[in-house]
């Protein structure tokens, strides 16, 4: 994991507040829906579309993806909007579960194991399975953050990673070979270390980057917009996609894009690894 410079320009992250649109507004939108991928427009992440979770105060969220029959099979992702005071000291109900924070706007304290950690923009957790985690906003504005969850897949002999925190603004993106720096991956783990069965990295494009290819492979794939625009090719579908814009990709649903802003395009991307192909359903 390589350090960034502290002379690079801050990274912004794409948030959503709610509201309602005005009965002014045309019902048609950008949202799809497919046996191979979706697309959730900023647009729907309204109010009404909210959900509340027991043991969380002063909390809403929205869910992106879950475990369902056609759609998400290995992961669930909310984001989640936490008012002054409010947070959780029993945040995770399931002892198997793994997650990832990462916060898109305002402050917020995690604390893990009796140790506090104060995190902002750009803040990065893992948190394994059993672990000891409360969460509090302590400020005076709510935070907002993208919470994904998996059920980790234990292997004998392989010991369950550390919790660890850290920060998207302190790590080096990797540029992908021969991309001259145009397709670059921030990467929160060693893509080795196969005691991790997910990846949760942030992918960026300059302006006019490419995806030159459809990738088709086995990871499941859940992409939240951070900031930019690019146009995605999927499934034999071109869609457009902008900052606040959430996408799944199904396992080996062809994907391509360029980035099409004047900006750089950069998402967070889920994927899962390094586990054998289950043979059977149960």
């Known amino acids: 994991m390589s350090q960034r410079s502290h002379d690079a320009p801050e990274r912004t ?3 959503p507040h709610g509201g309602l649109p005005p009965q002014s507004q045309l019902i048609h939108g950008r ?12 647009g729907v992440m309204s109010d009404i579309v909210t959900s509340f979770l027991p043991h969380w105060e002063k909390t809403r969220l929205w869910v992106l993806s879950r475990p369902l029959s056609g759609f998400a099979e290995t992961f669930s992702q909310y984001i989640m909007e936490v008012s002054p005071g409010g947070g959780s000291e029993r945040p995770e109900p399931d ?3 793994e997650g990832v924070l990462f916060v898109v706007e305002g402050e917020m304290t995690l604390t893990i194991a009796g140790e506090s950690y104060a995190m902002g923009p750009g803040g990065y957790a893992y948190l394994p399975p059993g672990c000891d985690w409360q969460l509090r906003n302590g400020s005076d504005a709510p935070v907002r953050f993208h919470w ?5 897949e234990y292997v004998e002999g392989l010991d369950v990673p550390e919790a660890f925190v850290t920060n998207d603004n302190d790590i080096a993106p990797i ?6 720096g145009r397709w670059a991956t921030t990467r929160f783990v060693d893509p080795q270390d196969v005691r991790h069965d997910m990846h949760v990295n942030i992918v960026t494009f300059q302006p006019g980057g490419v995806i030159p290819f459809d990738e088709t492979h086995v990871m499941e794939h859940g992409l939240y917009v951070l900031e930019g625009r690019a146009v995605y090719h999927l499934n034999q579908d071109w869609v457009e996609v902008e900052a606040g814009d959430y996408m799944w990709l199904r396992a080996f649903c062809p994907q391509s894009c360029y980035a099409a802003g004047p900006g750089p395009f950069r998402y967070l991307l889920y994927k899962d690894v390094n586990r054998h192909m289950k043979l059977r359903l149960s």
């Open 13 to 15: 992250y794409y948030a």
């Open 31 to 42: 949202a799809v829906f497919t046996e191979a991928y979706a697309v959730i427009p900023k």
């Open 95 to 97: 002892e198997g579960a």
């Open 148 to 152: 994904i969850r998996k059920a980790y």
């Open 175 to 180: 540029a992908m070979p021969d991309t001259d």
